[in-house]
């Protein structure tokens, strides 16, 4: 597999305890979104700029255009809405545009009044799919102090550096950058909406299932967080953790906590001599001009 981001390698922090495990069966958890820390992450949906109100007006006036031949109309699947609509187009016999319109608003205020339903009802459905799976997450830094004190114990913790090598084919080659931000994700425009539903330019779903699963919010910023799915398909949800095991290659170092305890720190070095004989191990140390950690080789 071909590395799809050039990083030679990432950091996950953890406690000392599961560093310990982590080294021994050379295995990483990946999670359920529904056990993050963040409320937000993976569950917040979209929001849309438009009211059902204004959904149903921009809809009925495609509808006739497309109906009276006031528009060249190239759906781009045969289902849902572009069947009738292909149909009524191409008929010689249309009723009169007064009788038109009284169909019409009938079905749009149908549209309008279940509008906040069907939008509850989409992110539900999102959430549920993008939900049923498991995740890997992983820095870009291993020097972040606000990490260290709550992934990582109070600074008693370690950090691995986790190669990405091409030759042995491992997740973190597909690793994505999380992005940022203070709003919830639009989903679409008001015109897109209308094409997609007249099938003339259908929504990529894929896009936007990615953009809430590589999104999060901007407090989030400092992590600079790179994340890899998994998603279960046919699997159950289970207790919420999945173990994957990777090969010796990808430990290319441990960074061991400015705070971590001697016995901590022998029980590592210990389980290292066993499992990953190789592994470089580094002790943190603080730095106070500027504040800052710096690592010395043990």
Known sequence: MVNQHNHPFFYKYMTAEAAIKVIETQSFRWSSPRLFNDPFDHQTGFSLSFSGKELAQALGKEMERISYNEMVYEPKVMDGLSIPLKIFALSKNKPERAIYHQQLETAMAQIEYSFEKEVEKLNSMLIDHICHSRVFCVSETNSNIAMWAYYSDNHNGAVFQLNCLEEIDNPLLIAREVNYTDKILPFCSLEEYVRHLTNQAPLNYRNLVDQSIYTKHIHW????????????????????????KEKPQVFGAI?????????????????????????PVYQAEISLNPFSLHFSKV
């Open 255 to 279: 960074y061991l906590g400015c705070r971590i305890i001697d016995m901590n720190k022998e029980l590592i070095q210990q389980a290292l001599r066993i499992h990953l004989p190789d592994m």
């Open 221 to 244: 910023a400092h992590e600079k967080e790179w994340r890899v799915t998994r998603p279960l398909l046919d699997e159950s949800e289970g207790d919420g953790f999945m173990y994957l």
